[in-house]
């Protein structure tokens, strides 16, 4: 078995031995612009290394998000049958109408991302917190194989594999299989392949990767424009796409910011209740994007709809949270706490996050915030849903980048490994982010993305 420090230990030996740090950043910082790996106007990756997995690690990580998986599978069944329980979502009246809209296909989440922390303590065992379910289409997956193709064509990557194998984890082939699983399960047999649209905002800051996804589906012989929800138009029966014909929407725009502008009336909906497009992902992926899913989850009053294994792998991988309430419940001990003055009391070992917001908007992380703003945050939570989750283990791991000057300095970055799902069974690659801050997001600012790739010792 490999000794992964090691690995990394050379790995940030080499960017020390000669210019190869310098020429390898000459390879990344051009590569990255050429091919459209940029969010926004930034580039996505500031550092020299990719993360590294073994294989008992990745493997580690699919068993346990495939067990994790499958716990919100059987949320998802049964939130679409009990009201009462989907009460706890705070969805409104118009999401209610949303998720009630025919699919043509089983799955709500063809496409998705638990986010997490893995951590290895010191004897190299691992540890694995998932904090948040991205249950809408996901960003990153295209980012990541593009990445991990010019990463391999770095000099520092090149002599790295003089010693070590390498194995990326490839994404996009995962997604496509997704997308055409639904397709055909709508469509009702395999005679022909979708013609896409990717509906998003203009001027969003991943619009690169649509771009990618565009030439990578016309490899596989699939014809794919992008468009905004202002360019559909659903007449006669058929959806059209800047003009163009379509019967597939690849939907990157979010539910909530849909609904904030159109409300239920859109081409998109008409076409959805007239059956005449496959959407991925469906309406009904929000049940499991709702932050209060977690809550939902861990929260002591659903444990009827979870098996023993179940329950002690939301206790193992899934931090307490609850969403802010005026309740009593139960703490991650068993104890009984009166929930808001509990979460105004313990504030240095959680965090608040809104119940529908993303890119970290509007998450305060308690033990970086004065009392007197996470207080009216708290009883802010009361009118406007959100959650508060007890802090999970934070993984961090030492990176190398390249200054200005040309020096190279080596310094600690947080870590987070988020697990790509499709079509609720699968776990293909994952999204991995640094940051210097405890907020980890790229769409708030900071942070970089790096590939990840599976290490072995050559034989």
């Known amino acids: 078995m490999i000794h992964l420090p090691s690995a990394i230990n050379h790995y940030h030996d080499l960017c020390h031995t000669g210019t190869l740090a310098q020429e390898s950043w000459a390879v990344l910082a051009p590569g990255m612009q050429e091919r459209q790996l940029v969010f926004g106007d930034r580039p996505l990756c500031t550092v020299l290394r990719p993360l590294f997995h073994t294989n008992e690690d990745y493997a580690y990580l699919s068993e346990r998000t495939t067990l994790i998986l499958q716990v919100f599978r059987k949320l998802t069944q049964g939130l679409l049958v009990d009201k ?55 960003a990153g997956m295209a980012y990541n194989d593009v990445l991990a193709e010019l990463f391999l064509e770095t000099p520092l990557m090149e002599k790295f594999e003089q010693r070590y194998k390498l194995e990326s984890l490839e994404v996009r082939p995962y997604a496509v299989d997704a997308l055409l699983r639904i397709y055909y399960q ?92 496959c959407m991925a992902n469906p309406f009904t992926c929000k049940l499991l994007h709702k932050k209060a899913s977690f809550a939902l989850v861990s929260d002591e009053r659903n444990e009827r709809l979870f098996k023993a294994a179940e329950l002690e792998a939301i206790r193992q991988h899934i931090p307490w949270t609850r969403m802010i309430e005026e309740r009593y419940t139960l703490d991650s001990r068993g104890k009984k706490i009166d929930l808001l003055s509990w979460a105004v009391d313990n504030q240095e070992r959680l965090v608040l996050k809104p119940n529908d917001d993303y890119g970290g908007k509007g998450v305060l992380i308690g033990w970086e915030t004065d009392s007197s703003t996470w207080e009216k945050a708290v009883v802010n939570g009361l009118n406007e849903p959100s959650i508060i989750q007890e802090r999970a283990n934070i993984a961090y791991e030492d990176f190398p980048s390249v200054d200005e000057k040309g020096n ?38 900071g942070g970089s993305v790096v590939p990840t790739f599976l290490v072995q010792e050559l034989e």
């Open 84 to 138: 009462k329980l989907r009460a706890q979502l705070y969805l409104d009246g118009n999401e209610e109408q949303l998720i009630s809209l025919p699919t043509g296909y089983q799955t709500n989440i063809p496409t998705a991302r638990l986010d997490s922390f893995f951590v290895r303590n010191s004897k190299g065992k691992p540890s694995l917190n998932f904090i948040e379910f991205n249950g809408e289409s996901p």
């Open 186 to 277: 709508w469509l009702g047999n395999q005679s022909k392949l979708p013609d896409i649209a990717i509906v998003d905002w203009a001027g969003v800051p991943t619009a690169s990767e649509f771009e990618l996804f565009v030439d990578y589906f016309a490899e596989q012989g699939i014809h794919a424009i992008v468009c905004t929800p202002d360019d559909l138009d659903f007449h006669d029966g058929k959806m059209y796409a800047a003009g163009e014909p379509v019967d597939f929407i690849y939907k990157r725009v979010l539910s909530s910011e849909f609904l904030q502008k159109y409300g239920l009336n859109h081409p998109l909906i008409e076409a959805l209740r007239a059956k005449a497009i």
């Open 408 to 445: 190279v300095d080596i310094s600690q970055r947080l870590v987070d490994c988020d697990p790509f799902l499709f079509h609720g069974d699968t776990i293909g690659g994952c999204l991995t982010r640094l940051s210097t801050v405890t907020l980890l997001n790229v769409t708030a600012g």
